[in-house]
């Protein structure tokens, strides 16, 4: 059983530039959160989607949106990079409320911005 | 808004000692969740144990056990028996009872494991 899968696992970008990241949850899970990891830091929340829709948002800008498709799978997309997006982008999927908080993550993108 | 604080940056134990993390939060809610995540060097979070505010008993996985004060809005994780897999970044986080599953984390604490 294939856990969180992200894609890609590197990247470089520079300023201005736009991104996106993709995601592939656990088998069976419903719901995908996104959270960007400084380094050093813990994780922020920046949205969760279930059934299509964003269900809530963290305090990240516009310039931060996502989307989640019929099969589950997600994408969060960066567009006007600034150098204080780089960091590690992190994805998490879950089986609604049966178990809430346990989070399954994946390995997460690491995002460059020059 | 709820708060996690994790005071100590970074720790070290010899491996078999016993080792406590700590954490505080700050919340206005009354029913919420409170974990232990683990980030080993591989940097995938896994999930060390959970504690529910309404019970009063105090979670246990095996070597991981957790000191819940709830007055106190402190939790935290003793580790016994420490291994040297044990090694990784320890993040407290937070969770409302209600809502969507936005886990509030703290700084973590970077936890070395010596042989």
């Known amino acids: 059983d294939a856990g969180v899968t992200q894609s890609p696992t590197h990247l470089i970008k520079t300023r201005g530039q736009q991104v996106t990241l993709r995601c592939s949850p656990k088998?069976?899970?419903?719901?995908v959160s996104w959270y960007q990891q400084a380094l050093g830091q813990g994780p922020q929340f920046i949205f969760q989607?279930?059934?299509?829709?964003?269900?809530q948002r963290g305090n990240f800008p516009d310039r931060f949106s996502g989307h989640q498709f019929p099969n589950y799978s997600s994408e969060l997309n960066v567009n006007a990079l600034l150098l204080g997006d780089s960091a590690l982008y992190l994805c998490?999927?879950?089986?609604?409320?049966?178990?809430?908080?346990?989070?399954?993550f994946g390995e997460g993108s690491r995002l460059t911005v020059l | 808004a709820q708060t996690v604080t994790q005071s100590q940056p970074e720790m070290s134990v010899q491996e078999a000692e016993t080792v406590t993390l700590s954490c505080t939060y700050d919340?206005?809610?009354?029913?919420?969740?409170l974990f232990w995540y683990k980030q080993p060097p591989s940097r995938q979070m896994i999930l060390v144990i959970r504690?529910?505010?309404?019970?009063?008993q105090n979670a246990t996985e095996n070597r991981f056990s957790v000191n819940f004060q709830k007055a106190a809005k402190s939790f935290s994780l003793k580790i016994s028996d420490s291994q040297l897999g044990d090694t990784a970044m320890y993040f407290c986080?937070?969770?409302?009872?209600?809502?969507?599953?936005?886990?509030?984390f703290g700084q973590g604490t970077r936890l070395t494991i010596n042989p």
């Open positions: 998490a999927s879950s089986l609604g409320l049966t178990h809430p908080g346990e989070l399954f």
């Open positions: 088998s069976g899970h419903d719901t």
């Open positions: 989607y279930y059934e299509e829709e964003e269900r």
């Open positions: 919340t206005s809610e009354n029913n919420y969740y």
């Open positions: 504690q529910e505010a309404y019970k009063q």
């Open positions: 986080a937070f969770m409302k009872r209600q809502g969507a599953q936005k886990l509030v």
